[in-house]
């Protein structure tokens, strides 16, 4: 696990919760199950990434959603790999474009002094805003 060098210093609302660790060097640990990961970027813009051990990630949906949905899940994550793994090999041979800038930045348009910044605040603060398959968010 990575050392975070640059901490000068911790809220002190975060510092109370003893769940949370402060690495000053890199710790070196076995097997883990489950990790967090944060970014801001530039613009206000973050990043948040739950990295979860695939065993452990396939036993809680199994637990929670049942055996079905854990095969079904596989079935979806196998489509979406090789999807992916087919557009990586065509954009390789130059037959499609490895980047396509997105329209928009996949939020519709509603005609009445359109923002994509605060379409974007409001997709973010919407915790049923999905990515349909029209390619854009649906609130």
């Known amino acids: 696990v990575p ?3 640059a901490l000068d210093c911790v809220d002190p609302k975060l510092k109370r919760d003893d769940h949370m660790v402060w690495l000053r060097e890199p710790l070196k640990v076995g097997s883990v199950k489950a990790g967090l990961a ?3 970027g530039f613009g206000h813009v973050s990043g948040f990434a739950a990295i979860v051990n695939p065993g452990a990630f396939e036993a809680s949906v199994a637990n929670t959603a049942g055996v079905d ?3 079904q899940w596989r079935e979806r994550a196998n489509e979406r790999l090789a999807a992916g793994q087919r557009r990586l090999e065509e954009g390789m041979m130059g037959r499609a474009a490895l980047y396509e800038p997105i329209d928009n930045r996949r939020f519709h348009k509603d005609g009445h002094g359109y923002d ?3 379409a974007e605040k409001a997709m973010l603060l919407d915790p049923n805003a999905r990515l349909d398959a029209s390619g854009y968010f649906e609130m």
């Open 38 to 40: 944060t970014s801001l």
């Open 116 to 118: 994509a910044h605060e």
């Open 3 to 5: 050392a975070n060098v």
């Open 69 to 71: 949905a854990l095969v």
